[in-house]
């Protein structure tokens, strides 16, 4: 018998012949083959990159994330009834982070909700997930009067993070950035193309736009020259997806496969305040009705190791008594921080602040200690 | 990057000296990324060719150290413990364990300089 497997399709984003030429280590993130970090040789390096997110400005290719667009009269009846946060309460031009779930109240998959015009939203969602988000779209809002469409092949996203991304961006617009509130959306020249979506939305933790220009390589390209360019004065690099994940772990910002999964509730996941029940029925919540009466059993707490030694992704946790009580999910030094910390589902009898566990590294026991999160939060602008 | 001619080198990206000192290569340090952790063994531990004896983290991974050839563990580099990024920076003169070499015969199956290169090099080509 002979097993005729399928070739891998490696997509690429418009710019990775950017990214190839900058000398950017390139990995293989579910299918894509993305940068993970620059090189040394340009100042770049995950923490070189994860610190000019903090502290002045950093670039990103987040082209391989997914883009549906529901558009029709029914479309926010639609909106509400696939997702769990309330579609209702966005103007015109406001974002708001959300989830699609499965009618058992786990995730198909989080999801930033925008709304584009009267009857129009944007579902930015993530790369893994692309396919499986669309169809499932599709197939959950047939009964409504609201056309769904895939738009991810159509747009290059660049997201521009950091105190400084306001800076930079603006150099090269003609909107009026600084009135554009954190989730909320405006339209606009950027680089000489008209009417670019620009969201001041992102995954760092920071603060930061988000922009969304044809996805064509040679304007792809031209603009993301221009923006390190203009941000060159206030120390721009280009940034990989290991500061991406470094940046939103600090945050305590969930990632797909990891925080939340087709198997981990909304409760669990501890992504209550962006789910609303009181608003008109929506997948998934007879079910997460019914787990909230039930109690949850696990719950996503932050870590901090005590002892020398890195959490990662998968390892055990322990209690005290080296009983195993739950996993890692998410697990790295933190540059900004200076701190190893992780992510873990424990039993909410051992969540509380300041609980002393243990994490299984590599056959030993090493101390570790729950503490608030997020482990980083930006400071208010004064 | 010019690899040293005074040293041998394996597969696994580790160097090691006639005097049996043992590192990792530039090209080691260069896929790992930012090293935040190296775990080294006690003086007076045996280590065997090919086995695990240390790990080195970086940001975003775990590696394991591979002995070069076998032997015991004569010194360690404390220094590592508190500035791990010194590999980042001179992996060539960033030493990790000093070994006193059981067999001097196995130094002769490890990779010259230019071996060393050429695989690479072979390696990057994929």
């Known amino acids: 018998m002979s097993v005729v497997e399928a070739t891998p399709i490696v997509r690429k984003t418009a710019l990775n012949a950017v990214h190839r030429q900058m000398g950017a280590k390139m990995v293989d993130f579910n299918g894509w083959d993305m940068p993970v970090e620059y090189p040394a040789s340009i100042g770049c390096g995950i923490v070189a990159e994860h610190m000019a997110v903090r502290t002045g400005v950093g670039i990103f290719d987040v082209s391989h994330m997914g883009d549906i667009r529901l558009a029709g009269p029914e479309a926010l009846t639609a909106v509400q ?22 009618p058992q109240g786990t995730f198909v998959d989080d999801v930033i909700v925008h709304r584009l015009g009267e009857d129009q939203y944007l579902l930015v969602i993530n790369a893994g997930t692309r396919e499986k988000d669309f169809s499932w779209v599709r197939d959950n809002t047939r009964q409504f009067d609201c056309k769904v469409e895939h738009l991810s092949d159509d747009f290059t996203q660049i997201a521009i993070q950091g105190p400084k991304g306001v800076d930079v961006l603006q150099k090269l617009s003609d909107a009026d950035l600084s009135a554009v509130k954190f989730y909320w959306l405006t339209r606009g020249t950027v680089c000489g193309i008209k009417n670019v979506l620009m969201g ?25 020259y221009e923006i390190l360019e203009a941000g060159k004065e206030f120390g721009a690099v280009p940034c990989g ?142 | 990057m010019p690899y040293p001619t005074d040293r041998k080198y394996t597969k696994e990206h580790e160097w090691i000296t006639a005097d ?38 970086s940001v975003k991974a775990v590696s394991d ?11 360690v580099n404390e220094t590592l413990a508190t500035a791990p990024e010194q590999v980042n920076k001179d992996a060539h003169g960033s030493w990790m364990v000093k070994i006193k070499v059981k067999d001097q015969a196995e ?20």
């Not at chain 1, 009834?81 to 499965?102: E, K, P, V």
């Open chain 1, 81 to 102: 009834h696939i997702s769990m946060n309330d579609a209702s309460r966005l103007a015109i031009g406001q974002a708001q982070y959300s989830a699609l779930l499965f």
């Open chain 2, 107 to 126: 130094m002769n199956a490890l990779l010259s300089a230019a071996d060393y290169e050429k695989f690479v090099s072979e390696e990057a080509g994929h």
């Open chain 1, 200 to 224: 001041r939305t992102g995954y760092t933790a920071e603060d930061g736009f988000e922009i969304y220009i044809p996805a064509d390589e040679t304007t792809s390209a031209r603009v993301w």
């Open chain 2, 20 to 57: 049996g000192t043992i590192g990792i290569t530039h090209q080691a340090q260069d896929s790992l990324g930012d090293i935040v952790f190296v775990e080294l063994p006690k003086v007076g531990t045996e280590i065997t060719m090919g086995k695990a004896f240390g790990t080195v983290e």
């Open chain 1, 241 to 382: 997806l290991g500061a991406r994940n470094t940046l939103r772990l600090e945050g305590k910002l969930p990632l797909y496969g990891h925080e939340i999964s087709d198997t981990i509730n909304v409760w669990e996941a501890g992504l209550d305040r962006f789910c609303k029940m009181e608003k008109p029925d929506f997948i998934g919540r007879a079910a997460l009705e019914k787990a909230k009466a039930e109690g949850v059993k696990k719950t996503l707490v932050g870590l901090e190791m005590v002892d020398r030694g890195i959490a990662r992704d998968g390892y055990k946790v322990l209690d005290q008594a080296g009983r195993e009580i739950g996993y890692v999910t998410s697990g790295s030094p933190a540059p900004f921080l200076k701190k190893n910390i992780a992510l873990a589902y424990v039993p909410p009898a051992q969540a509380a602040v300041g609980t002393t566990v243990k994490v299984e590294i590599r056959g030993q026991e090493v101390k570790a200690q729950v503490v608030p999160t997020p482990f980083y939060k930006r400071p208010k602008k004064t």
């Open chain 2, 65 to 75: 150290l591979y002995a070069p050839v076998s032997g015991t563990v004569t010194g």
